[in-house]
């Protein structure tokens, strides 16, 4: 572990998907979903810097030794967190064609992972090997090869998706972490003033958008019309 968190060792190795089976002691009540649970609902309350395992027990109304018969690590917590939160994206529920199947699903991960900010920043901790994670993850390729892509592009199609997706929802929420509306008011007067400066950005003042999922959606729709011409 370095101090700006799991070293590139610790990000494959340490998954707590890849560790043997845990012995799991008999305790009334305490399970590791109502852990998991209980987790999701502190992290979207508190963010991750509200997140430890003593408070973590304090919320369940348990001895924190009693939380490590069923996860070792904070990092173990809130890699079962985010799966469960993936777990909430819904899967389809009739037959679309490609690109509208894209379209509902990249929307639909977008909308559940605004419900829990703290989530986005996961992204890249440790590998998505998870239950939830992977049948998504499953699902993108199965619809990226329904639009004919090769072989070799499916992969950097799922890349320039989700990375596109997982870009919009964390520039949203730290925009709207703060005052968004006095922070643009301040960046167009900015612009204004330095015209000369930038003659193309603040040419454009007045034709940006602050409407975070219609920009999404014009943005997703580029991309998926790409597919279907290369």
Do not use: C
Request: net charge neutral.
């Amino acid at each position: 572990m370095t101090k700006n968190g799991p070293s590139q060792t610790e990000r494959g190795s340490s998954t707590i998907w890849l560790k043997p089976a845990k012995r799991v002691r008999d305790v009334p009540g305490l399970t590791r979903d109502r852990i998991v649970q209980a987790a999701v609902e502190i992290l979207d309350m508190r963010g991750q810097d509200g997140l430890t395992i003593r408070k973590l027990a304090e919320h369940l109304n348990a001895g924190a030794a009693s939380l490590y018969w069923h996860v070792e690590t904070r990092d173990d917590v809130l890699e079962l967190a985010l799966d469960s939160v993936l777990g909430e994206i819904p899967l389809p529920t009739e037959p679309l064609k490609w690109d509208k199947e894209l379209i509902r699903f990249l929307t639909e991960w977008r909308q559940t992972l605004l419900r829990h900010p703290w989530s986005t920043s996961l992204f890249g901790f440790r590998p998505l090997l998870g239950p939830n994670a992977l049948v998504r993850s499953e699902h993108l390729r199965a619809t990226l090869a329904r639009a004919g892509l090769p072989k070799a592009d499916i992969i950097h199609a799922g890349y320039t998706l989700s990375n596109f997706m997982l870009g919009s929802v964390a520039t949203q929420v730290a925009w709207q972490a703060g005052d968004e509306a006095a922070t643009r008011a301040r960046i167009a007067t900015f612009l204004r003033d330095h015209a000369a400066e930038y003659p193309a950005l603040s040419s454009q003042i007045e034709s940006e958008p602050d409407d975070w999922g219609e920009s999404f959606s014009r943005g997703l729709g580029w991309i998926i019309r790409s597919f279907a011409t290369s």
